[in-house]
């Protein structure tokens, strides 16, 4: 008798013809075996074996290096189930339309077959997925970010219980390229991308888009959400879940070197992108990093920014569009290093910066998560993580304050739901377009934004301990275009006085967009930053914000009816509160 699984990987093979079937077990063994093939077919450069054993080196075509949104489909039933922020293509169109472009795509090819799992092994909330592929690449990086292979068979046995997701790269052909999710269905189909969110399918598409979906049927959350704990003095670790768009500091933030080590608050990381939530026994949320592995943005990453990320990925990882020097080490731009003379650039070409940067700006490393020396002890608990804390924040150069608190959870809905950010070279079309990005989850929402905020409202009357909701902002400039605030190990400041918000404790003035710091409220001591700085950084201009209203109204209005009430009344709230002190300022 054939399993569920057995059963779907020969449909698709007599779909697809591939030469050879490789079942992938994750082993050493089959991780060295792929690596010499692509090291043979050229997909791979091997980097120094002195300073990055078993490093890779690889370089994508030019055409294929960031996500595609606008070949990115929800393909819902019924279109309102997808919503206005989503492409939308009905299940039997999306399938006439790649359907022919899966037939015999794989002749020639092996395809390999990836069976992992999105989170700790013996998780209860962990889940499988199963990806068919013919990239290597691929299913090394997939290798790298789940748990891989035989734990996943195992996990799996003969239930049908997994979520399928068919991949090839075809010809590479951006007009060939389509990210088909199908949510009623959990099924998963990309087409012509070898890139990260495109094509390592138990990333965005499974455990945000699929997942999404399923949290909601079955009342938990996935969220694009790094999840660190912050240690006290006094040893005590809390755990805060962060949502920013892509490139917006994620990774930087889950991996800091907290400025403030000496006095005994240090960071600890869970997770740097995505987090699972359920309500556990204790009435807390309760987080898992459903990945194995951290697909960071390179450029802007050295050992003053990011000294645990430059640590942990010196061995058994792999390195997408950046440079490479002549001492096979790679190269990106703010590494910090010198590059020596005879630098490829990421199109293989002589690195020459009148012609292009060296390092692609969404140029990735591909590192296991455990080898980062800032790894939490509780990263794989089972159990998850109880969150007291939530942040959302964006890139905003003007406007939004270094940290706010919002006054209550449905403010706090509406908070996440309006926040906007600069767009960044994370997704291919323009970067510092400010658009909004509800929850950092506009991309990633695998069913109507407005449904998504009901069942944000809908979980936050069923926690009972619901964690607090703040908004932080790294990226306010001043008038001569520089940031006002040093960012990275700095933003620890901001942590701990969250932290101390979350606890009952910690000064605060109230503002008509929610709490900020107190002049005196954040720990600045040995920080150079002048008070007219933090004046600047902390400013709420309620004209400003007024400007916002009717733009937040505007976006409200593309859902229809089916934009909650309560967030309604928080607009009309902000509304009241904002001119309440306008009218008290003339
Ligand atoms: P995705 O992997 O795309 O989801 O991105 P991410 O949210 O993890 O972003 P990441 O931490 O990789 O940061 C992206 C860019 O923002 C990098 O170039 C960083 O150097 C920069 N960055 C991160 N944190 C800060 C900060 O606190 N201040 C400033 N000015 N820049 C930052
Ligand atoms: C993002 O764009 O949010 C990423 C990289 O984390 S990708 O895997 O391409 O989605
Ligand atoms: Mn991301």
Redesign the pocket.
């Given at each position: 008798m054939s399993t569920p699984l057995e059963r779907w990987v020969e449909e698709q093979a007599a779909h697809t013809r591939p030469k050879n079937i490789h079942w992938c077990d994750g082993s050493d063994a089959e991780s060295a075996q792929l690596n010499e093939l692509m090291l043979r077919d050229g997909t791979f450069t091997a980097l120094n074996e002195k300073t990055y054993p078993n490093c890779f080196y690889s370089r994508s075509n030019p055409n294929d290096v960031a996500r595609t949104e606008q070949v990115t489909f929800i393909c819902s039933g019924k279109k309102e189930d997808a919503g206005p922020t989503n492409n939308w293509l009905s299940p039997a169109d999306a399938k006439a339309k790649v359907g022919p472009l899966f037939k015999g795509c794989m002749e020639g090819r092996t395809m390999y077959v990836v069976p992992y799992i999105m989170g700790p092994v013996s998780s209860p909330i962990s889940k499988v997925g199963v990806q068919l592929t013919d990239s290597a690449y691929v299913a090394a990086n997939m290798r790298i970010m789940t748990r891989m292979g035989k734990v996943a068979t195992e996990r799996l046995g003969s239930s049908a219980e997994f979520v399928p997701g068919l991949h090839s790269l075809g010809d590479v052909n951006p007009d060939r390229r389509f990210i088909c999710h199908f949510p009623e269905e959990k099924l998963i189909w990309s087409f012509g991308s070898g890139y990260g969110g495109n094509a390592l399918l138990g990333k965005k598409c499974f455990a945000l888009r699929i997942a999404s979906a399923m949290a909601r049927e079955q009342g938990w959350m996935a969220e694009?959400m790094?999840i660190l704990g912050l240690e006290d003095p006094a040893g005590k670790i809390t755990y805060l879940a962060a949502a920013?768009?892509?490139?917006?500091?994620?990774?930087?933030?889950?991996m800091m070197v907290s400025a403030l080590e000496s006095s005994g608050y240090k960071v600890w990381t869970v997770g740097?992108?995505i987090s699972w939530m359920q309500i556990g026994p204790d009435g807390y949320l309760h987080a898992i990093n459903p990945e194995a592995g951290f697909?960071?943005?390179a450029?802007?990453?050295s050992a003053h920014?990011?000294p645990n990320v430059m640590e942990a990925l010196r061995k058994n990882s792999i390195f997408t569009n950046v440079g490479l020097t002549a001492n096979r080490e790679p190269w990106w731009e703010?590494i910090g290093l010198p590059h020596g003379d005879g630098m490829i650039d990421w199109q293989g070409q002589p690195y020459d910066p009148k012609v292009r940067t060296a390092a692609h700006p969404?140029s990735?490393y591909t590192v296991p998560a455990h080898q980062a020396p800032c790894i939490s002890k509780r990263w794989e608990d089972p159990a998850g993580v109880p969150i007291s804390a939530f942040i959302f924040g964006g890139r905003r150069t003007k406007t939004v304050p270094l940290v706010f608190e919002a006054f209550d959870w449905p403010h706090g809905v509406f908070v996440g739901a309006t926040m906007g950010s600069e767009t960044?070279a994370?997704a291919t079309g323009a970067v510092g377009v400010l658009r909004r990005d509800p929850m950092?989850m506009l991309p990633f929402c695998g069913y109507n934004m407005a449904d998504y905020w009901g069942h944000w409202l809908a979980m936050g009357r069923r926690i009972p301990h619901p964690p607090k909701i703040f908004h932080v902002n790294?990226?306010r400039k001043g008038s001569d275009g520089k940031?006002l605030?040093?960012?990275?190990g700095?933003?620890v400041r901001v942590l701990k006085w969250i932290l101390e918000r979350a606890e009952g404790k910690g000064k605060a003035v109230e503002t008509p967009i929610g709490f900020v710091p107190a002049p005196d409220a954040l720990t600045l001591d040995g920080l150079n930053v002048t008070r007219a700085t933090m004046e600047a950084l902390l400013r709420v201009d309620p004209a400003e914000f007024a400007g916002d209203l009717d733009d937040i109204k505007t976006f409200f209005d593309k859902f229809g009816t089916k934009l909650p009430a309560e967030l309604r009344a928080e607009h009309a709230k902000l509304g009241e509160r904002l001119s309440r002190v306008l009218v008290a300022q003339k």
């Open positions: 694009h790094l920013f768009p892509s490139a917006c500091g994620k990774t930087n933030l889950a740097d992108d697909f960071g943005v450029p802007g990453t920014t990011n703010g969404n990735r960044t994370a950092a790294w990226f940031f605030w040093p960012g990275y700095e933003n």
